[in-house]
């Protein structure tokens, strides 16, 4: 069982930055695929940005094309915490944000989300 508790959100003008947090309970943090994903008002939760364990030490980050350039995702296994920095945000970039893990077997791990607002 893993909890995930996302923090940082925020509101933020457009060209601004905000780094968002996910704190995960549980154990094999590490090998757990760490991903956020976003939903706006009316819309469909889509995905964002995810953090693959590739196995040994290797991680391998992947992004929506919608953010690709302007957000990193990143993670710390020793304070078993991932990380979303936003940079060059735009309103549509506002949404709830969601912390996502899974191990590959086929179970997901859900946040509560942090809401992120933009404004122009």
């Known amino acids: 069982q893993v909890q995930l508790v996302e923090s940082g959100g925020g509101l933020v003008q457009a060209g601004g930055s905000l780094r968002l947090s996910c704190a995960a309970s549980?154990?094999?943090?590490?090998?757990?695929?760490m991903g956020w994903f976003r939903q706006a008002p009316g819309k469909e939760r889509e995905f964002v940005a995810r953090?693959?364990?590739?196995?040994?030490?290797?991680?391998?980050?992947y992004y929506a094309d919608s953010v690709k350039g302007r957000f990193t995702i990143s993670r710390d296994n020793a304070k078993n915490t991932v990380y979303l920095q936003m940079n060059s945000l735009k309103p549509e970039d506002t949404a709830v944000y969601f912390c996502?893990?899974?191990?590959?077997?086929?179970?997901?791990?859900w946040g509560k989300g942090t809401l992120v607002t933009v404004s122009s």
């Open positions: 953090n693959r364990w590739s196995g040994g030490t290797i991680y391998r980050a």
């Open positions: 996502n893990a899974n191990k590959g077997d086929g179970v997901d791990y």
């Open positions: 549980g154990r094999s943090f590490s090998s757990y695929t």
